[in-house]
């Protein structure tokens, strides 16, 4: 069923030596892999790359709670310029990324490239956060949204029974991890369709909102920069709801080696996904202050439905359905993308060796999927997810920070390395002491959340050298670790 992993690769001061050091050959070498090698296909073409993008990068979050900002900002111009600026600092990362993908054509998106320019400790550390906490934590937030939305239209006359969303939302999470685990092909043509649905769904508020400002229904952008004053407490949570709202546009560097011509077809995917998404975001913001004000968007559960039912009447119960359809998603693109960061990290041999085998019919990694389901569930039935998204929000931009700050680091490093893609150097500048800003602006507004976040990410020191430099380890530890 499953073909052998391949060994870790020696450490030597590189973490791409490809088949020189036993590692399994590279997608991008130029070589053909050996007679039975059973290797991960490339089946991610340009459009279903932008797919990708787009359908991870638009989930609930727009639909639902744009008021995360308007709330930490005061003010309806305030809350706009935000959402722009964090559009435009999404895409810087995402540039910087589009130079990774092109120079260091591996899959597993932060945690490749951690390792390449910082070696194997912060490398582990974010494959470990990534796995136990936030990985499993976000899949089962944005599969809750998707489960209360399907039940909607069956439930507008009375609240939905706790138990019958998370039921559903089983379902749901069940449904991906299958689908990822039997065919990368209609799990790329399934975020196609998606995809298109989110883009209807935006569209579906957006042009309502230009017939309103057609109409003259500008009242509440009058003043539009009068109300609360944002604060140095405020601003940073403002951002990190934006940031949060435009993630995902890394994903793409999570699946490298199955993108055909990763050269072009990266950075392409990138810009075409980024402007559409920032340009989509900030229209439907703009649309929702056609029709509600800043006091009632604050007010409202679901902003998406309470503008449909304003305008649209009946036509408004397709909203939660669209919603739906949107989160389900985001959830195929995450499970798609992440699933390719634990491989790759069981291929280095920071993860158990079973994680880095595929499918030998279906070519998928299977059982790098399928460790996300039970870690999922569990998260969905015990845990305070939101909470636990609060305390790790910090640790997403403090590695991503880092990645950015790697490809500076790379740039004088590895000067002579190909460069297919290359951004100016103020861009990784920018966006790194952005992200870094962020999180130590964080610490100071919200000092307890960002300190157990902290103290959860740094239990992944003892946990590299328990598990990964610890030699003497019992034959009983070994055989768990599938060593």
Same mark, same amino acid.
């Given at each position: ?11 030597n001061g590189s973490y791409l030596q490809g088949q020189a050091n036993g590692k399994l050959s590279s997608m991008d ?9 059973? @290797? ?31 709330? #930490?900002?005061?003010?309806?111009? *305030?809350?706009?310029? @935000? ?15 589009? =130079? ?24 582990? @550390?974010?494959?470990?956060? =990534? ?31 706790? +138990? ?78 934006? *940031? ?6 890394? %994903?793409? #560097? ?5 993108? =055909? #011509? ?11 996904? !980024? ?9 439907? #913001? ?11 968007? +604050? ?9 449909? =039912?304003? +305008? *649209? ?24 993308? @992440? ?9 280095e041999g920071h993860l158990p060796e079973i994680l880095s085998m595929i499918h030998v019919r279906k070519h998928t ?11 999922? !569930? ?62 130590? +602006?964080?610490? %100071? ?39």
């Amino acid at each position: 069923m499953f073909r052998k992993a391949a060994l870790p690769t020696v450490s030597n001061g590189s973490y791409l030596q490809g088949q020189a050091n036993g590692k399994l050959s590279s997608m991008d070498s130029g070589q053909p892999a050996q007679e039975g090698k059973v @290797v991960l296909k490339k089946k991610v073409t340009l459009l279903r790359g932008i797919s990708i993008i787009i359908g991870t990068i638009i989930g609930a979050g727009i639909f639902i709670s744009p008021k995360g900002i308007l709330k #930490n900002t005061g003010s309806v111009g *305030m809350s706009l310029t @935000v959402w722009t600026v964090c559009g435009i600092l999404s895409l810087f990362g995402a540039l910087c990324y589009a =130079e990774l993908g092109t120079c260091i054509k591996k899959s597993g998106g932060h945690y490749t490239y951690i390792l390449e320019a910082f070696g194997p400790l912060p490398a582990f @550390v974010r494959v470990w956060v =990534e796995l136990l906490i936030i990985r499993p934590a976000a899949t089962a937030v944005i599969s809750l949204a998707f489960g209360r939305y399907i039940l909607e239209p069956f439930f507008m006359q009375c609240e939905i029974p706790g +138990l019958a969303i998370k039921l559903i939302t089983a379902v749901g999470i069940t449904l991906v991890m299958v689908l990822n685990s039997t065919s990368v092909s209609w799990s790329a043509r399934i975020q196609m369709f998606l995809t298109f649905c989110k883009l209807v769904a935006i569209l579906i508020i957006i042009v309502p909102g230009v017939i309103q400002l057609i109409k003259g229904e500008t009242q509440h952008f009058k003043n539009a920069f009068a109300g609360n004053d944002a604060s140095v407490m405020g601003l940073p949570l403002a951002f990190y709801s934006g *940031m949060y709202a435009y993630s995902g546009w890394f %994903y793409l #560097n999570f699946v490298t080696e199955e993108v =055909e #011509n990763p050269e072009k077809n990266i950075p392409l995917a990138i810009c075409i996904s !980024m402007i559409i998404v920032t340009v989509g975001y900030v229209l439907t #913001n703009v649309a929702y202050f056609t029709t509600i004000s800043a006091g009632e968007l +604050l007010l409202s559960k679901a902003v998406a439905v309470t503008f449909a =039912e304003r +305008l *649209m009447g009946n036509f408004s119960l397709a909203v939660p359905v669209f919603v739906a359809l949107s989160c389900f998603g985001s959830m195929n693109g995450g499970v798609f993308a @992440v699933s390719r960061m634990f491989f790759v990290a069981s291929r280095e041999g920071h993860l158990p060796e079973i994680l880095s085998m595929i499918h030998v019919r279906k070519h998928t990694p299977l059982p790098a999927v399928i460790v996300l389901h039970p870690l999922t !569930m569990i998260m969905l039935f015990t845990g305070d997810l939101y909470s636990l998204l609060n305390f790790l929000s910090f640790a997403r931009w403090l590695f991503i920070g880092l990645v950015v700050a790697g490809l500076i680091y790379l740039r004088y490093k590895r000067p002579d390395m190909p460069r297919p893609f290359k951004v100016p150097l103020f861009i990784p500048a920018l966006f790194s002491f952005t992200c870094l800003f962020m999180v130590a +602006l964080s610490l %100071y507004s919200d000092p307890v959340n960002t300190g157990i976040g902290f103290a959860i990410t740094l239990t992944g020191i003892p946990a590299y050298y328990l598990f990964i430099v610890w030699d003497n380890k019992p034959k009983w530890f070994r055989k768990l670790l599938g060593k």
